[in-house]
C-alpha cells in the first residue's frame, strides 16, 4: 500500500493541447470524486480506463490501478490532511478546466505552456509518487506560450 513518507509543492511547465486538458479533467476529477470523496476504487479504475494516456503524465503512475492504490494509501494515511487534499485536488480540477475553456475559446491556437502548482505525495519506501494539479485561487496558474494552428514555433507571453 502506498504510504506517503514526504509531499512537496512546485510549479511546472506543461505543454498540452485541448484533447490532453480534457483527458487531464477527466482523470483529476475521477481522483477527486471517485477517489478521495467516495472512495470507490473501482469506479475510480474504470473511469482512469478511458484516460490512460494521460495517467504518467498527470499522476505520474502508469495505470488506474496504481492511481488507486496511491490514492487509497492517502485515504488511509493523511488523517486530517484529507480534507484539505480534497480541497486542493477539486480547486486543480477547475484550473484544468478553465485552461480548456481558454483554448477552446481560441481555436486559432492548437497548445498552450502553462505553469501549474502541483502538489506531490512521495511513498520513499516503494520509491513512488502521485501528484495533483492544485489550486487555491482560481488564478494560481499562468499561461506562459502559446502556439499558433499550423505554426512552427511558440510565443511567449
Same mark, same amino acid.
Given at each position: 500500500? @502506498?504510504?506517503? $513518507? %514526504?509531499?512537496?509543492? &512546485? #510549479? ?5 493541447? !485541448?484533447?490532453? !486538458?480534457?483527458?487531464? &479533467?477527466?482523470?483529476?476529477?475521477? =481522483? #477527486?470524486?471517485?477517489? /478521495? ?5 473501482? =469506479? /475510480?479504475?474504470? =473511469? ?5 494516456t494521460i495517467l504518467s503524465f498527470l499522476f505520474l503512475l502508469p495505470t488506474g490501478y496504481a492511481v488507486a492504490g496511491a490514492i487509497s494509501g492517502l485515504i488511509a494515511n493523511l488523517g486530517s490532511g484529507l480534507s484539505e487534499l480534497k480541497y486542493l485536488v477539486d480547486k486543480g480540477s477547475l484550473a484544468i478546466a478553465d *485552461?480548456?475553456?481558454? /483554448? @477552446?475559446?481560441?481555436?486559432? #491556437?492548437?497548445? +498552450?505552456? +502553462?505553469? &501549474?502548482? @502541483? !502538489?506531490? &505525495?512521495?511513498? *520513499? $519506501?516503494?520509491?513512488?509518487? +502521485?501528484? @495533483? ?6 488564478? %494560481?496558474?499562468?499561461? $506562459? ?13
Amino acid at each position: 500500500m @502506498f504510504r506517503p $513518507t %514526504s509531499s512537496k509543492e &512546485y #510549479y511546472r511547465k506543461i505543454r498540452v493541447n !485541448l484533447n490532453d !486538458l480534457s483527458k487531464m &479533467y477527466t482523470a483529476q476529477r475521477a =481522483a #477527486y470524486w471517485e477517489g /478521495l470523496s467516495k472512495n470507490d476504487m473501482a =469506479a /475510480l479504475v474504470s =473511469a482512469l480506463n478511458g484516460v490512460s494516456t494521460i495517467l504518467s503524465f498527470l499522476f505520474l503512475l502508469p495505470t488506474g490501478y496504481a492511481v488507486a492504490g496511491a490514492i487509497s494509501g492517502l485515504i488511509a494515511n493523511l488523517g486530517s490532511g484529507l480534507s484539505e487534499l480534497k480541497y486542493l485536488v477539486d480547486k486543480g480540477s477547475l484550473a484544468i478546466a478553465d *485552461a480548456e475553456n481558454w /483554448l @477552446f475559446a481560441n481555436p486559432q #491556437y492548437d497548445m +498552450i505552456e +502553462i505553469n &501549474y502548482p @502541483f !502538489l506531490e &505525495y512521495i511513498d *520513499a $519506501t516503494a520509491n513512488e509518487s +502521485i501528484r @495533483f494539479v492544485q489550486a487555491v485561487e482560481r488564478n %494560481s496558474w499562468d499561461i $506562459t506560450a502559446i502556439h499558433i494552428k499550423g505554426g512552427s514555433g511558440w510565443q511567449l507571453l
